[in-house]
Each structure stands twice: as C-alpha cells, then as structure tokens.
C-alpha cells in the first residue's frame, strides 16, 4: 500500500512538475527487469518502481522535501540508500521508512527509522525488500582535507558500526572504511600515491553478497606521453563450503606512434580449492584512432600455444556511439578471464538507450539493456520567451572543440533554478526579462546525449552580457 499512496500522490503533482523522468529495462546481471517514474516538482521529489528481481517481485516507492521547521534538512518518506562512500571505500544500506537528512558546507548528519532492506538498485529500478526493524545513524564531516564517515544501525538484533576516512596529502590518497556489518568484520580501503610520471596504489575489499570473500591488489604504473609500462599482483580469498583462493599477476607496456598505439600485456592466475583453475595467456594489440570519433583494433592472444585473432572497432558521436572490443577482467573465483564487450548507447528524440553484452567468467552471454526518457518542461536551447529582451547564451563541447548536443545546465537558484539543454550545434540560449549574472551549474545527470560524460571546466555564472563554456569529456 504505501507504493501506491505515493504513487498517486506522484500522479496528483504531475501536472505541476516540472521533469518527469521514465527508465525501465532489463539485466541478465543482476537478473532484475522493471521500471520506474520520478516526479520532480518545486517541493518534493518522488519516485515508485516495480520491478522482478531472483525470482521475487520487488517495488520502491519514495517522496522526498524539505522538513517542516528544519532548515537545509530534507525528510525521505519510503525507501531510502544511506552510508557513505569516497575513492571506492565505504558502505551503504537501505532503509524503509523516515529518513532526516541534514547538509552544511558539504557536512552531511542523518538519522532513520524504519525496516532495513536488502536494495536492488540500478540504471533503470530503484527498489528493496524488507528484512527488520531497526533504526540508525550516518554522518560525513570534513576537517580541512580529511573527510570523516559514520554508520551505525541496530536491525533485528544484528549491529553495523563503520568508521571511514579519507585524506589527500600532495600526491597521496588513502580512503578506508572498517567495523562491523551485521555483526561480521568488515574493511575495506585504498591507498594511492602519484608522481610526475608514476604511480603506486593498494587496495582490499570484503564481500559479504552472493557470498563472502576478500579481495586485495597491489599495483604500479609508469609512464610519458608515448610510452607506458605497469604491473598488478592479486589476492582474492572465497569462503564457502570449500575454501577457495585465487592469485594473479599481470604486467604489461604500451607505446604510441601517431595514430597507433601498440600495447602487449602478460597475465597468469591460479585457482586453488573447490576449484582448481590455472591460466596464462599473453594478448598483444593495435589500436587506431582516427578524428577522436573512429576506434579500429586487432588483438592477438595466446594461449596454451594457440593463436587467437580478434578485432575491436568503436565510434563516438554525440547522438550515438557503438563499440565491439575484447578485454581482461579479474574474476574472485577463476582469476583473469578474457571477455567480449558490445556496448551500444543511441537517443532516439529525447529517448536514451543503452545496450550492453558481456560474456562471463564461466562463458556465459550476459545482458543489460534499459532506456531513459525526461518528459520536460524546461527550456530547450531553441526555446525563448518572447518577453524576454536580454539573452543568456553558451556552448557546450569536448576538449577538442567538437560541440555536444543535449549536454544540460541549470541557470539560477532556488526556485528559480531552469533547466537547459544544448542544441546539435552544442549551444544554450535563454532569454530573461532583465539583465545580469545567475549562478550556473551543470547537471550531468541530466544530459540528454548517448555515453557518460564529466565535466573538465565550467563558468560558474551565467551572464547577459558574455556567453559561458563548458567543456566536457566521455
């Protein structure tokens, strides 16, 4: 029932909102298909899902807005994600029920009440199952550079306490997390430390889903613009009716000439326990790359004494982009395992899809395809208020100047914050009433065009009287 109560109040608002936003699909992944709807309005923000996830059908329905009498504090009705994470380190859990979560210059302190569940999140659902009752508390706070992290939650007789923290010091970056969930130890940390032209980094993780493992890698890299070496040693340890352990090593060098780079990398891992697994196999490649948008590769491995030939070809735009290409991955059960990757990402409209397939570490074909659409009352680049005699411009492109289309801005603050999309020649243009400067931030959750992109630099004012950039990469 409480889906639907907040579900039709979704619909009641949906008149006055100003993004909808619909996702559904399907992942042989995570073996879960279903959908869902956010609402945004000026005030609260809501979202239901349903979806069928390992057999069971699962929902997620959540209205999220500012607290009554609590400043810069939003109040969660429904499931809400909780914990913390930096660099790769730390720890969620998902509640249902209330959630108070109140932000300060980046500080973050929260509190909830409710069921703990277990979350199936994803591209395209949002959902969770409850397990018990049980209530709790997270905060992240920052003393200059160090970041502080807390979660501590007491459901069905079972304690999670973690403690995690974060620093930077010139080129050394180290993260970690480390206490109890659900009774069971748990650590989980990086370090990291950057020169001119190397680096070093460490790591170690516990996993406690589908099973309990640990995972721990020390590694290298070394390198200028055209020439680069690195290697990686790799432990992981399985604990289930058999005990299991994997190591692995891996080295390799690259070298760019022109358009071409030529790389050659050497792997070996070593499965003992339930299984017993050993592979060696070296995978030597070229790979063009032509005007930033054109990928072409032939890749040769060997293994066992057998040759095996295998291309790549990839193509970048800011409508579509589609890539066919073979890679490694570290497995915690057979070590390193070769895959073929197809990646497909297109907008139809204001549609977005993605299509990817993988193969699995035991062969087996895997999938993951889900679409995005935002129903959207906010101005497109083409929109103008005839009203309005002063106009707020900009473009949107990659380093190498090639305009991206549907890259999205939002100009203003609070409630007078619109959302703006660029145009296929990449540019932004919003007429106002009056003169002057509005604060300007970019929303790469919103953009509108296939692949993911990051921000490399942005103006942080959008003006009548000068057009801003923003420069983007995928």
């Known amino acids: 029932m409480r889906y639907v109560a907040i579900l039709v109040l979704a619909c009641a608002t949906s008149v006055q909102a100003q993004v909808i936003e619909l996702s559904g699909g399907s992942s042989s992944v995570s073996q879960t298909s279903g959908g869902g709807v956010t609402v945004y309005t000026d005030k609260v923000q809501y979202y239901g899902g349903l979806g069928y996830s390992y057999g069971h059908l699962v929902g997620g329905a ?21 914990g913390f994470s930096f660099d790769g380190a730390g720890l969620g859990v998902m509640n249902q029920g ?26 395209f659902l949002q959902a969770a199952k409850a397990q018990h009752i049980g209530a709790g508390f997270y905060s992240t706070k920052h003393f200059r550079s160090l970041r502080v992290s807390t979660v501590d939650v007491i459901d069905g007789g079972q304690h999670t306490a973690v403690l995690g923290l974060g ?54 890299y070394a390198g200028v613009p055209l020439f680069s070496v690195w290697g990686n040693l790799l432990k992981s340890d399985t604990f289930q009716t058999v005990p299991q352990q994997t190591t692995g090593m891996n080295a390799g060098v690259s070298s760019q000439v022109g358009i071409l780079r030529f790389s050659g990398n050497w792997f070996e891992s ?66 390193f395992v070769q895959s073929e ?14 299509l990817g397939m993988q193969t699995s570490e035991f062969n087996k074909p895997l999938y993951q395809a889900y679409a995005d659409d935002y129903l959207s009352k906010a101005h497109s680049a083409s929109t103008k208020d005839a009203n309005g005699d002063y106009v707020i411009a900009g473009e949107c492109r990659m380093a190498n100047g090639m305009p991206v289309e549907g890259c999205a801005v939002k100009i203003g ?25 509005m604060k300007l931030a970019v929303s790469e959750e919103n953009f509108m065009t296939a692949g993911t992109y990051h921000t490399v630099s942005a103006d942080e004012e959008a003006a009548t009287d000068r057009p801003f950039i923003v420069v983007v990469k995928r």
Do not use: C
């Not at 969660?76 to 909780?82: E, F, H, M, S, Y």
């Not at 659900?182 to 990086?190: E, I, K, P, T």
């Not at 990757?341 to 993605?354: D, E, I, K, P, W």
């Open 62 to 82: 959540s209205a999220t807005f500012k607290a009554p009498e609590l400043s810069d504090t939003m109040m969660t009705l429904g499931d809400k994600p909780v």
């Open 98 to 123: 209330i959630t108070l979560e109140h932000r300060e210059q980046g500080d973050i302190i929260g509190a909830f009440v409710g069921a703990s569940a277990i979350g199936y999140q994803g591209p």
């Open 167 to 220: 620093d930077e010091w010139k080129g050394l970056r180290v993260s970690g997390a480390g206490g109890l969930m659900q009774n069971h130890s748990y650590y989980v940390g990086q370090a990291s430390y950057q020169w001119k032209h190397a680096n070093l980094q460490g790591s170690h993780q516990d996993f406690y889903q589908p099973f309990r493992a640990t995972s721990n890698n020390v590694g290298g």
């Open 270 to 335: 070593n499965t003992v326990g339930a299984l017993h697994y050993r592979n060696t196999f070296t995978m030597e490649s070229i790979t063009a790359t032509l005007h930033h948008r054109y990928m072409l590769s032939l890749i040769v491995s060997q293994n066992d004494g057998h040759n095996t030939f295998n291309g790549g070809i990839g193509y970048t735009a800011s409508r579509w982009s589609a890539s066919i290409n073979q890679n490694v991955v570290w497995t915690v059960q057979k070590g």
């Open 341 to 354: 990757n197809v990646q497909v990402t297109f907008r139809f409209h204001s549609v977005l899809y993605n």
């Open 413 to 437: 603050e609070g409630k007078k914050v619109e959302l703006v999309f660029s145009d296929a020649k990449g540019r932004f243009e919003l007429r106002r009433k009056k003169a002057g400067r």
